[in-house]
């Protein structure tokens, strides 16, 4: 009996929720080619309200390794894994809302989305563009004042681009 549950729910996700998901990344993608690009302006504002909220994360995620910790500092056998924790969090939350719809947060106020070949972006595509921009610590940024497309190394090795949106 529980197993013919599991079924139809499974059945009705697959049915509905991700025909409704997918048939929108779709059309997302044929518009997105239309979609005028992103100013420099608008990158970099979305990009410091991005930060502001993902050292938001920061802050809580350390909060609770300490309280894990019985509230005494990380020994230096413990503080690998709090620097590895600490940088999957920024790649979660990146890597996580890109992959959702295209938008982080900060992207979402200044009207900014992610376009790649084919929505929603591959994963090891979205990789390679938060780690070029990662270990460049922004000079990836600087093709973006030569280039007319506006696009950045990140976005070049990536093939992604950021595009204006009205949501």
């Known amino acids: 009996m529980i197993y013919n549950k599991y079924k139809v729910v499974s059945h009705f996700y697959n049915k ?8 929108q990344t779709i059309d997302k993608t044929k518009k997105s080619n239309k979609l ?9 504002g979305a990009m410091l309200y991005d930060w502001l909220l993902c050292l938001a994360c920061l802050f809580v995620f350390t909060g609770i390794a300490v309280t894990l910790n019985k509230g ?3 020994s230096p056998q413990q503080q690998p894994f709090l620097n590895i924790g600490l940088i999957g969090v920024v790649i979660a939350y990146f890597i996580g809302f890109w992959r959702q719809g295209g938008q982080t947060p900060g992207m979402k106020v200044w009207k900014v989305m992610l ?3 084919q ?5 090891d595509k979205l990789f390679i563009r938060f780690m070029v921009m990662f270990i460049t610590f922004g000079v990836a940024l600087l093709p ?4 007319p497309d506006k696009k950045g190394l ?6 992604t681009s950021l595009r204006l949106v009205n949501n």
């Open 16 to 23: 509905y929720i991700l025909n409704f998901m997918t048939k």
């Open 36 to 44: 005028p690009i992103v100013t420099i302006k608008r990158r970099l």
């Open 72 to 74: 005494n500092p990380m």
């Open 115 to 117: 376009v790649a070949d």
């Open 119 to 123: 929505m929603p972006a591959s994963a």
């Open 144 to 147: 973006c004042f030569f280039r």
């Open 154 to 159: 990140h976005d070049i090795l990536s093939k």
